[in-house]
């Protein structure tokens, strides 16, 4: 099997296909350290908490269960172990903030709730039990999970590699896909080496698609209704820092706050989140944040990468963190925050911002299970990564689990809904 994208889905599909003992060729068209894609970068919020029967919840579960095997995996056979859970995970509260407004929501959402968390339905009692220092028109949740803070796709996605390779499959790095036909049966796949420029075709009997927002693109001619299903959009990332002078005031037991009341997501109108995604040379935290919804279109996907940030988007990247940091009863503004870095990067949104994980179909009704499509993970997909390889690999090699929760994550992102979703398009 060839599977196409070595991002978090691509590898991730190519290691669940691997421990089923299928002979698989992984090929991603950068360089083996990765500098574009939407899994680009050292945090992703990973997270638990969700409304009861929530697949997302299910499938960030599974993927923590998943992601132990694949540690043990590349364990075996060590004399001591040289990969951990802590490598790919920090665990750390995550902070949910919503407002009043979101009542019946947050309602819904903590009722019968099996994650552990704490809840502050108004400012006493955020002061109380937090420490935290909110307006009376807000809520504040804190998730407490094993693995819930941030995982590193960096880290992930060298592990799944190594993994890859162990099992002895191959993984071919500087191979770009230029074209993916289906002939009597067969995917040709040609193929074109970014370093010499050489052209060849391999030819496979299955093929999965992984290409992130390159998707659309790659699968024109196999299946051209995924480029009206998914498009990909730009977002920014700003990395911050608290300056150093004013950091260095700071106690240590504000240090340890701030550390522990990071990743944030603020539900409000362009969904504010933040993390921690790495410690400087002096160990100050280097925030990275961004807007959920402020995501814009696209001109050039080979060129968006390469786009800078607007003043615009660096204001409203510190304004957000000064209000988050003053939630904190920190004494940080907004003219402590430095900007240190930025970049543009990339979503790929379906129109109900739920991913597939699908056969293609043929005919606008017939389920071609030659070909899988893993894609459209919008701002959501890295914490659940090695669940959707995993329902990927499965649809591949055509197995199936009859747990209800698995069928219903299926549903929701498979071929039925595909199938719908194709009908709709010239509606
Ligand atoms: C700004 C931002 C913040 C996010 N935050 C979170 C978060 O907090 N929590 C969370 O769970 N998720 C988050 N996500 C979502 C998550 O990062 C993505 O869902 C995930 O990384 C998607 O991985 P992918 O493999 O589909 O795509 P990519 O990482 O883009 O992988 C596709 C790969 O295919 C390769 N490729 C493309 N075309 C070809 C070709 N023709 N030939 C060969 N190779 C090709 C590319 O080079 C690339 O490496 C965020 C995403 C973004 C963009």
Known sequence: ??????????????????????????????????????????????????????????????????????????????????????????????????????????????????????????????????????????????????????LNPKILIKKLHKAINKAGNSIVYNQKVKSLKKEEGIYKIEITDIKTGANKTILSKKVVAAAGPYNGTLVKDVAPYFSSLISPKRLFLSFLKIKADKYDTLTSEQKNRLNSYYPVAYLNAEIFYSMIEKYDNNQRPILKVGGHFLRTDIKDLDEVWAMGLTAQEIQWSKENTADYLSKLDLPVEFSDLEFDSGYSCVYSLTESEIPYVSHAIINNKEVDSSFVLIGGMSGIGAKASLAYGLMA??????????????????????????????????K
Request: glycine residues 8%; proline residues 2%; charged residues 20%.
């Open 1 to 150: 099997m060839v599977v196409i994208g070595g991002g978090l889905m691509g590898s991730s599909t190519a290691w669940e296909l691997s421990k089923y003992g299928q002979n698989v060729l992984l090929v991603e068209q950068q360089d083996s350290i990765y500098t574009f894609g939407s899994s680009l970068g050292e945090a992703r919020i990973s997270r638990s908490l969700g409304p009861k029967g929530d697949i997302f919840s299910y499938l960030q579960q599974t993927a923590v269960r998943e992601t132990r095997d694949l540690i043990d995996y590349l364990n075996e056979g060590q004399t001591k172990s040289l990969h951990t859970m802590e490598d790919i995970y920090t665990t750390s509260p995550v902070t949910y903030i919503y407002s009043k407004s979101q009542l019946n929501e947050v309602k819904a959402l903590l009722e019968g709730q099996t994650v552990n968390y704490e809840y502050a339905s108004n400012k006493k009692e955020a002061e109380e039990k937090f420490g935290m220092n909110i307006p009376d028109t807000t809520l504040v949740i804190r998730e407490f999970q094993e693995y819930s803070g941030t």
């Open 393 to 426: 690999a499965d649809l591949a090699c055509g197995k199936d689990n009859t747990s209800f929760m698995y069928q219903k994550a299926k549903s929701a992102l498979g071929s039925q809904r595909l199938i719908q979703d194709i009908h709709n398009i010239d």
